[in-house]
């Protein structure tokens, strides 16, 4: 595939096929992820890959463990960020048209907290992918991982996959790394779901808007 067709292309799926991924097309798609470039050449993505039973496994121990733990879902690493405008108005128009095209009416919080939990099951894809990065590297291995995802997401796309970058798992991460085996010396940073998109799902028709090129660009 042309890469701008894949630039053009590739959108956040947010409901999958039960339709198998071979593990060899994974670990290709990753290893085209590798040649990712890095500061200095650190290398320093770390990827677990969750399929059959360990996917179910933890999609059904984090879910139960949300259920009795709401409130614990705060990220692992420490931040006092807030966001601010521009940025919460686009987050929210994103939600606002997602939201829509899901038929969950406004203030409805539990079918809020239903769709948000479906996050947990990778939207049912069947390969879920957690990202992580050893705690005591500098932010400059945070935008490493980001450009190796972005690699990631775009040879998937190629391969006529779909995935959706997750947010959602830098929350309830003890049960993350308790299921995967992940070193405490790590943080799980988000995760990916990679599938086939269900284009019957209108979820899927979603097309996040773009803002125009002189809102970040500029010219001197």
Avoid at 8 to 34: G, H, I, N, Q, Y
Avoid at 74 to 91: A, D, F, L, Q
Wanted: glycine share 6%; charged share 30%.
């Amino acid at each position: 595939m042309d890469l701008d067709i894949a630039l053009d292309t590739r959108r956040s799926a947010r409901a999958f096929k039960d339709t198998p991924v071979p593990k060899e097309l994974v670990e290709e798609l990753l290893l085209r992820a590798s040649r990712s470039p890095s500061g200095t050449n650190v290398q320093p993505w770390k990827v677990y890959v969750a399929m059959g039973a360990t996917r179910d496994r933890l999609s059904e121990e984090l879910l139960a463990y949300r259920e009795t733990h709401p409130d614990d879902g705060g990220k692992e690493w420490p931040s006092n960020s807030k966001r601010i405008e521009p940025y919460i108005s686009r987050m929210r128009k994103l939600g606002k048209d997602m939201y829509t095209l899901l038929e969950i009416p406004k203030g409805d919080k539990q079918a809020n907290w239903d769709q948000w939990g479906r996050n947990y099951k990778f939207f049912d894809a069947p390969v879920g992918l957690i990202f992580t990065i050893d705690k005591d590297l500098d932010r400059t291995s945070w935008l490493d991982i980001g450009m190796f995802m972005q690699t990631l997401m775009l040879s998937a796309t190629a391969c006529g996959l779909d995935t959706c970058a997750q947010g959602a798992w830098n929350q309830f991460w003890r049960v993350t790394k308790d299921v995967l085996d992940i070193p405490d010396d790590e943080y799980v940073v988000c995760g990916m779901s990679l599938g086939y998109a269900d284009e019957t799902a209108a979820v899927n028709t979603l097309v996040a808007e773009r803002e125009p090129l002189s809102s970040f660009a500029f010219f001197r």
